[in-house]
């Protein structure tokens, strides 16, 4: 609820800061993303799950389709303009994807894992120094980053719910926000 996000928001904003690594990390890649300044430029947030998704565990969220992402920016671009479109996913296929679509007005973080298939990032072991340290604060970049956008659309995610928690806790909402829910699986 509405009264839920406003009761976190107000809490993060009371307890919850970045140290300063964090807060350097952030800006760092607010400046990869948009070089020519971020604050100048209005930005349409992007946040895909795959991966694990396409699981259908049971409690979890239903997986929402590219097509239906792509139909769903292409709409908010028909009614209103953003100079970038910033996609934050897990998923490499659907990031291929969105590229194709949007070509140069995606923009996303190239330093993130991702993966294909059905299987979680987190779980997924490789040879990455600093894998799981890594994750997290491509994770937490992520969240703000979003934050940090004019709109977003997204799916059921925690990434999705912390990054409106975030945008509140700054003061601030979203222009348009966007959430495609296609229910619980059971």
């Not at 970045?18 to 400046?31: A, R, T, Y």
């Not at 659907?94 to 979680?120: A, C, P, Q, S, W």
Request: hydrophobic share 35%.
């Amino acid at each position: 609820t509405s009264e839920y996000l406003d009761r976190l928001s107000s809490l993060m904003k009371k307890y919850v800061h970045l140290n300063e690594q964090m807060s350097i990390v952030l800006d760092q890649g607010l400046k990869t993303i948009c070089p020519e300044g971020w604050e100048n430029k209005k930005i349409l947030g992007v946040h895909i799950r795959g991966t694990d998704y396409a699981l259908n565990w049971t409690g979890h969220p239903n997986m929402v389709g590219a097509e239906e992402f792509i139909s769903a920016v292409d709409t908010i671009l028909e009614r209103a303009h953003y100079d970038y479109i910033f996609l934050a996913t897990d998923d490499l296929d659907r990031l291929d994807i969105m590229k194709r679509r949007y070509g140069d007005k995606l923009r996303y973080y190239t330093d993130v894992h991702r993966g294909t298939g059905e299987f979680n990032i987190a779980q997924q072991k490789n040879n990455r120094p600093q894998n799981r340290y890594l994750n997290g604060v491509e994770v937490v970049r992520d969240m703000y980053t979003l934050a940090n956008c004019d709109s977003m659309i997204c799916g059921l995610s925690q990434v999705s719910f912390f990054s409106q928690v975030i945008k509140l806790s700054m003061g601030d909402r979203y222009e348009d926000l966007q959430i495609l829910d296609k229910g619980i699986y059971k």
